[in-house]
């Protein structure tokens, strides 16, 4: 069984940086085969595609709201993905998950992950 647990969250000022982690274990082969998604939630509010990297081919997606300010990317040895967030704003606050999905393309829909993580609560505040 595929478990993730999310890292790197906390409160922060307008303008600044936050890395997230996303570590995961139990995967089929190796965290290569899986597509990884971030995603954002806040009260009310429907689950968010926020960013994307697919297998080891390294396709990557990012919504329209972070794009240019969020990277995305895999340390395959340590069985992990990161989400560098910079340039962060007021609307960027919500808790963050990360999922998986055994694919070789990105994958947007949260509906079509198997596995998440507890989510890692992201403040952006002054």
């Known amino acids: 069984q595929v478990q993730l647990v999310e890292s790197g969250g906390g409160l922060v000022q307008p303008g600044g940086s936050l890395r997230l982690s996303c570590t995961g274990s139990?995967?089929?082969?190796?965290?290569?085969?899986?597509?990884i998604g971030w995603f954002r939630q806040v009260p009310g509010k429907e689950r968010e595609s926020v960013s994307c990297?697919?297998?080891?081919?390294?396709?990557?997606y990012y919504s329209d709201s972070v794009k240019g300010r969020f990277t995305i990317s895999r340390d395959s040895t340590k069985n992990t993905v990161y989400l560098q967030m910079n340039s962060l704003k007021p609307e960027d606050t919500a808790v963050y998950y990360c999922?998986?999905?055994?694919?070789?393309?990105?994958?947007?829909?949260?509906?079509?992950?198997?596995?998440w993580g507890q989510g890692t609560q992201v403040t952006v505040s002054s």
């Open positions: 999922a998986a999905v055994m694919s070789h393309t990105i994958v947007i829909p949260a509906t079509l992950y198997d596995f």
């Open positions: 139990g995967f089929t082969g190796t965290m290569d085969y899986y597509t």
């Open positions: 990297l697919s297998n080891s081919e390294g396709d990557t």
